[in-house]
């Protein structure tokens, strides 16, 4: 059974709630994000999301498998974090988690641990 993701976008509050690293972001950054292709986890997609982060010591966000064009003026966070650095087995756990959320509409994205910025 395929889940439908709401097509709202998601609270800032509720999005540091549930992918707590979120909130390390600087302040000015945090206002500029379009979080419009954000998935909030919950149930069975949030286990999966804190398990990859904990098995590839990085941190993983939930996205949208088909979002919307980005918000006008927002950057993307894959715009301004780098990504985490995977060899073939951390590679492999990823594809598997996200497998395991696909029916629910859902893709993963490790990124860097401590968290570094890219250059805009």
């Known amino acids: 059974m395929r ?3 709401e097509p709202r976008e998601p ?3 509720a999005a540091t709630m549930a992918v707590p690293w979120l909130a390390m972001l600087p302040a000015d950054m945090q206002t500029r994000l379009d979080l419009t292709e954000w998935v909030i986890p ?3 997609v949030a286990r ?3 398990r990859v982060e904990l098995a590839l010591k990085a941190h ?3 996205y949208r498998r088909e979002p919307s064009a980005p918000a006008p003026g927002r950057v ?3 715009q301004v974090l780098a990504c985490a650095e995977l060899d ?3 590679i492999a756990v990823l594809r598997r988690a996200e497998e395991a ?3 629910a509409g859902v893709v993963l994205c490790a990124y860097a641990t401590p968290l570094r910025l890219r250059t805009l």
């Open 60 to 62: 993983v966000m939930t």
């Open 11 to 13: 609270t800032w509050e």
């Open 76 to 78: 993307q966070l894959c």
């Open 48 to 50: 999966v999301r804190t």
């Open 3 to 5: 889940h439908h993701l």
């Open 42 to 44: 919950s149930g069975e």
């Open 88 to 90: 073939p087995r951390a």
């Open 101 to 103: 959320v696909a029916a």
